[in-house]
């Protein structure tokens, strides 16, 4: 509700909203104040948020809060007008005070829905200086799976209870609270949480203090001001869960939340967590920054998990196991996930990107980190095996149409950013970031991130700053490669090639790339003309067991193998995005090993083998589909099957 109804002389429209107890009229004006410029959709740059204090009180009864924000913000250019995001928020009161805490005169304020913003003209220009902006409002605890909002359970006993937790990735804090949601708007934050005695509040951060709220009854818990961080990794909840803790060897502590009757199930998470955040210290090179980690199992959510930084929330099967119900498969999953999560507070939490369109920096590192880091910590789960199955297969499977997508695009809504949150993102992303890995090798590749991290800490940063980061390592290579021409050429197009190999004879090979192109399929156009930077790993019958390594950028390239080569195996140990095809005479030699003698080939090469064939048959007509399924026949302790296409699709 606006609580003043004046502006631009134009006709004003009403709508009204129940939420539950609670009655939002939202004011729209036709005609929006000329010195408010919403035209791109995105807010003005001319002011950016320095810290937030937010106070809320909800009721679980119900199911409404009250909320009061005090924005200290900075005015970096002259304005009349101030732009925020907000929805669906009855706001009942906004003041504007200079440093001094003298009350500026505002203009009427005014709500924006399709752009999901809060309009505060102002009667003369703000000066570059500092101010603190406070807004009273009211909301419902959601029913949907995000911004504030309820998620139920039921105990053994049959009784109905109700948590108030927060999900704000990507566009969603300003459905808890005014603010600026935009990632680049980083600011420092103090949440204070009124409760009854029965629950838990919960933060990013550690609780400073409690105190008896107004005689009420209720409690007030204020929490200790948070590290710099973006909107959408501000977490808070009101719950009865109970915990179980430990710390690590640099003194974080780590706690694991759950319903009180699934407590017994948090040990292994537990364990995970403790080595992996210790192993991610000393991988990185940077003390996690906060002093404690928690972990909570939420009965009702939407995603896998959600790294809110000290705070990371899960859906139930991705956080618990009971050793005696809980299959490996989902043990797996809870060491993958909790890798993960882990990974985003320092790669995606302490540098965050500038822009979703760089959504796949946060989630492709994070996608390959889960299985590198879980792999150290659970070796016996084999779990690079399943990069390969449920990351590499499902990878190159989403971006075989022509409806798929560059890894970086552009995204400027609500709706379009939402959309980036796909299996390109996180799993195409993982993979050329490994790729990325493996051409540098660990040490360099490390050098480079840490790097990144600590130039970038606590701010934001694009793909080209990582790059350039990274460039700095790579000089030190005996060949030494423009990394960001490299990875734009897999980041600003869609699709992948298939590497064709042929034996010309005389030791001769040629080695040449198209794209993965389905039959008469319409192809948009790619400002790098759907051409590589491939890194080409291989290895031939007179060098089994290891490997040699030459880059494919051309149309098509010749080199000489060794003496007395009789095949050659291209993408070793699949790490390259691409799949490989080869003459009739090569296919057939590399389909009678895996018959005869397919321990020649890894177990990753064999599957790679079967997956490339199955898929490479539907786009080259010189590829018989027969030639996949006689492929698949292998000896069993081979441990392939065309079923290793078909594992459980996990996502994060």
């Given amino acids: ?29 036709p005609y929006l104040p000329r010195s408010c410029d919403t035209s791109t959709g995105l807010l003005p740059q001319d002011i950016v948020p320095l810290h937030y204090d937010i106070w809320l009180h909800p009721n679980l009864t119900s199911l409404t809060f009250k909320g009061k924000v005090e924005i200290q913000i900075k005015v970096l250019k002259r304005t009349k007008c101030i732009v925020l995001n907000s929805l669906d ?15 500026l005169m505002t203009e009427d304020f005014s709500l924006v829905p399709e752009h999901e913003f809060v309009l505060i003209p102002l009667r003369a220009k703000l000066e570059e200086e500092e101010y603190t902006l406070v807004i009273h409002y009211e909301a ?24 108030a937790v927060t999900q704000f990735e990507a566009t969603y804090a300003r459905h808890a609270f005014p603010c600026f949601d935009e990632p680049q708007y980083k600011a420092t934050f103090t949440i204070s949480i009124v409760r009854d005695t029965e629950h838990t509040a919960l933060s990013n951060m550690p609780k400073n203090s409690t105190i008896s709220y107004k005689e009420t009854g209720l409690l007030q818990d204020t929490f200790e001001k948070s590290v710099k961080m973006s909107t959408y990794l501000v ?37 995970c967590a403790k080595k992996l955040l210790e192993y991610y210290e000393d991988l990185f090179g940077i003390p996690f920054p906060l ?107 989403a971006d075989s149409f022509s409806n798929s997508h560059p890894i970086s695009s552009v995204a400027n809504t609500p709706a379009s950013i939402a959309e980036m949150f796909d299996a390109i993102s996180y799993r195409k992303g993982a993979c050329i970031i490994r790729m990325l890995n493996e051409v540098l090798g660990d040490e360099l590749f490390f050098k480079g991130i840490n790097s990144y991290l600590t130039t970038y800490e606590y701010s934001n940063a694009e793909q080209s700053q990582l ?85 494919v ?56 083998i079967i997956d490339d064939l199955t898929s490479i048959s539907q786009v080259v007509e010189e590829v018989d589909i027969t030639l996949a399924l006689e492929a698949s026949f292998v000896p069993e302790e081979g441990g392939i099957s065309l079923r290793s296409h078909w594992q459980p699709d996990f996502t994060f």
């Avoid at 419902?140 to 209870?161: D, M």
């Avoid at 291209?570 to 590399?590: P, Q, T």
Wanted: aromatic share 12%; net charge neutral.
């Fill in 1 to 29: 509700k606006c609580s003043r109804s004046k502006l631009c002389g134009g006709m004003m429209l009403g709508v009204t909203l129940l939420l539950t107890s609670i009655v939002i009229t939202v004011t729209v004006y």
């Fill in 89 to 103: 928020q009855n706001i009942t009161d906004i003041k504007l005070k200079q440093k001094d805490g003298t009350l």
């Fill in 140 to 163: 419902e605890v959601r029913h949907a799976l995000k911004g504030f909002y309820r998620s139920y359970y039921t105990t053994s006993q049959g009784e109905q209870r109700v948590a």
């Fill in 235 to 271: 977490a808070f909840m009101v719950m009865d869960f109970t915990s179980r803790s430990t710390t690590t060897s640099s003194n974080v502590l780590i706690r694991i939340w759950s319903r009180s009757e699934t407590e017994h199930q948090t040990e292994y998470a537990l364990e």
């Fill in 291 to 397: 002093p404690k980690q928690d972990l909570v199992a939420v009965p009702d959510f939407n995603s896998g998990a959600m790294e809110n930084w000290g705070l990371i929330t899960y859906r139930e099967t991705s956080i618990l196991y009971d050793k005696t119900e809980t299959s490996n498969a989902f043990k797996r999953r809870v060491v993958s996930v909790i890798a993960h999560e882990l990974a985003h507070q320092w790669f995606g939490n302490l540098v965050t990107m500038k822009w979703w369109n760089d959504l796949w920096l946060n989630e492709g590192f994070a996608s390959y980190m889960e299985y590198v880091a879980s792999d150290v910590v659970k070796p016996e789960m084999g779990m690079q095996m399943y990069l390969q199955k449920n990351g590499m297969q499902r990878a190159l499977s």
């Fill in 467 to 551: 790059y350039t980061a990274i460039n700095e390592t790579a000089k030190h290579m005996e060949q030494a490669i423009d990394i960001g021409e490299f990875m734009g050429s897999w980041t600003l197009q869609m699709g992948y090639p298939i590497v064709h190999v042929k034996l010309l004879g005389g030791n001769k090979v040629q080695v040449s790339q198209t794209k993965y192109k389905f039959p008469g399929e319409v192809e948009a156009k790619s400002p790098l003309g759907y051409k590589w930077h491939i890194p080409f790993w291989y290895q031939t019958n007179e060098e089994t067991g290891s490997y040699n390594f030459l880059w």
């Fill in 553 to 608: 950028s051309e149309d098509s390239v010749e080199f000489e193998s060794k003496e007395n080569t009789k095949w050659i195996l291209g993408n070793s140990l699949a790490r390259g995005f691409y799949r490989v095809n080869y003459d009739a005479e090569n296919w057939d030699k590399i389909i009678d090993l895996l018959h005869n003698s397919h321990t020649v080939f890894h177990e990753v090469d064999r599957m790679k």
